[in-house]
């Protein structure tokens, strides 16, 4: 069995074990979803609504990646990182109006919400990975630092305001720590993760069926002009 996915080409066939037709169909597609080339968002929204009902491993982990890379990271942050203030869940420091987010800024971030933003932020960086130190996450967020006339470097950001996020996102039991070091998505975690991600996947496909209607009606009326 061969399956066609993205610009990705014919994908080896897979062993089939005893997970079955079906959940090996669903493998290849998995695999196709975390290699660089990401399947288009409408081909993994029809495998996310295929796999929705099933309640196997792979069942799941697709329906993971599915929901996750089918919405945008913009939309999805700016969802999660309101869900997260609304909620009042997430406690935040006494300094978050003072700090500097690395050694390399010059002044504290001008949106009085940049730490739920981050959080949103880290939360969704674990959720697609197994797990994720501070280190990474340092390296993440970093920038570039102005030397002036020489030539700029990149440079971490502050691993303490990272710590800071982690931990914050820890009490709330959104991560958990990893027998491997760093943390991981905890199961209550994934859950607001995944329903936050449906209801921004479900209302950017609603946009974009309202936006076609409109173009729709626009060219019938262009052609009832003409006639």
């Not at 739920?116 to 959720?127: E, P």
């Not at 970093?142 to 009490?171: C, F, I, M, W, Y």
Request: proline content about 3%; some cysteine.
């Amino acid at each position: 069995m061969t399956t066609k996915v993205g610009k990705l080409g014919r994908l080896k066939r897979l062993q089939q074990d005893e997970k079955g037709e079906r959940d090996s169909a669903i493998a290849v597609a998995v695999v196709a979803a975390v290699a660089i080339a990401v399947p288009s968002e409408r081909g993994m929204f029809e495998l996310y609504k295929a796999t929705s009902k099933g309640g196997s491993e792979w069942n799941n982990w697709a329906r993971r990646l599915t929901v996750c890379w089918s919405c945008s990271a913009e939309s999805f942050i700016k969802a999660y990182s309101s869900h997260l203030k609304r909620s009042g869940k997430l406690e935040i420091p006494t300094w978050v109006d003072i700090v500097k987010t690395g050694p390399q800024k010059e002044l504290a971030p001008y949106d009085p919400d940049w730490f739920y933003v981050r959080a949103a932020a880290v939360a969704r960086h674990i959720y697609l990975r197994k797990h994720v130190g501070v280190g990474a996450l340092a390296k993440l967020h970093g920038t570039k630092n102005r030397r002036g006339t020489r030539p700029s470097h990149h440079r971490d950001s502050s691993t303490g305001v990272q710590r800071s996020v982690v931990q914050a996102l820890e009490k709330i039991g959104v991560l958990e720590a990893h027998p491997d070091g760093g943390r991981k998505i905890s199961q209550d975690g994934m859950r607001d993760l995944d329903r936050i991600a449906t209801a921004v996947l479900e209302a950017e496909r609603e946009e974009e069926e309202e936006e076609s209607e409109e173009e729709e009606e626009e060219e019938d009326e262009e052609e009832a002009d003409e006639e």
